[in-house]
């Protein structure tokens, strides 16, 4: 079953926050977020395992909620590089290696 | 990480006829995936293709109209077969090494006319 995204798309000012849910009905073991820019191959950011650690990759964050299947990412003082459909992949808890991604949202920041 | 390099990068056929993808990686990986992605859409699971095995194919995607083959921990072909409009779309290979994430391919373009 595939995980849900919200929101669809955001349009941000550079310097401003945003945040990407990933919300999952099923028991989750990790989550996966991806950013593919148009006409590019999805380009792996960063992995949260189950037990609510949270990571960073620059001025990129992410949580992960055990309690309600959910993560979040977290992208602070956006900046145009940051433009893309952001993807988050599940893997299920007690299933098989492959992931199953959500709908995507899709970011645009503006100058 | 992984270097995945795919061939052929695009291309444009017509309908009822074939296509093979190739996926090569640059290090043996434990398990090779095969993906679709329609314009701005999500991506699709099509099969695990599975080293010295059948591949394992996800509802909706059947061994005849999507064979594949990996010979050894490096390589891995998708063959589009007697294809439709239906099947233009962007193909992607990924990898997974023991213990980190997927890591995808540059993907394949195909349009069917």
């Known amino acids: 079953q595939q995980p849900v995204q919200s929101p669809q798309a955001v349009i941000l000012r550079e310097g401003e926050d945003a945040v990407i849910n990933c919300s999952s009905s099923?028991?989750?073991?990790?989550v996966h977020w991806y950013r593919q820019k148009h006409g590019e191959a999805p380009v792996f950011l960063m992995i949260l395992l189950k037990g609510g650690e949270q990571k960073g990759h620059e001025k990129i964050s992410a949580s992960f909620n055990e309690k309600k299947q959910q993560s979040s990412l977290y992208l602070t003082a956006s900046q145009l590089s940051y433009s893309g459909t952001y993807f988050c992949g599940t893997l299920y808890s007690g299933s098989a290696r492959q992931l199953t991604f959500g709908s995507g949202t899709q970011l645009t920041v503006l100058p | 990480s992984a270097v995945i390099s795919q061939k052929p990068s695009r291309d444009i056929c017509q309908r009822g006829t074939s296509l093979t993808i190739q996926c090569q990686v640059d290090?043996?990986?434990?398990?090779m995936f095969w993906y679709r992605q329609q314009p701005g859409q999500s991506l699709t699971l099509i099969a695990t293709?599975?080293?010295?095995?059948?591949?394992?194919?996800e509802s909706g995607f059947v061994i005849d109209k999507f064979p594949i083959s990996r010979p050894n921990l490096t390589f891995s072909t998708l063959t589009v077969s007697n294809m439709s409009p239906e099947d233009s779309s962007i193909y992607l290979c990924?990898?997974?090494?023991?213990?980190?994430?997927?890591?995808f391919g540059p993907g394949t373009r195909l349009l069917v006319l």
């Open positions: 293709a599975n080293q010295g095995s059948e591949a394992t194919y």
């Open positions: 990924s990898v997974e090494k023991a213990g980190e994430t997927q890591y």
């Open positions: 099923k028991a989750l073991y990790s």
């Open positions: 290090s043996q990986v434990t398990m």
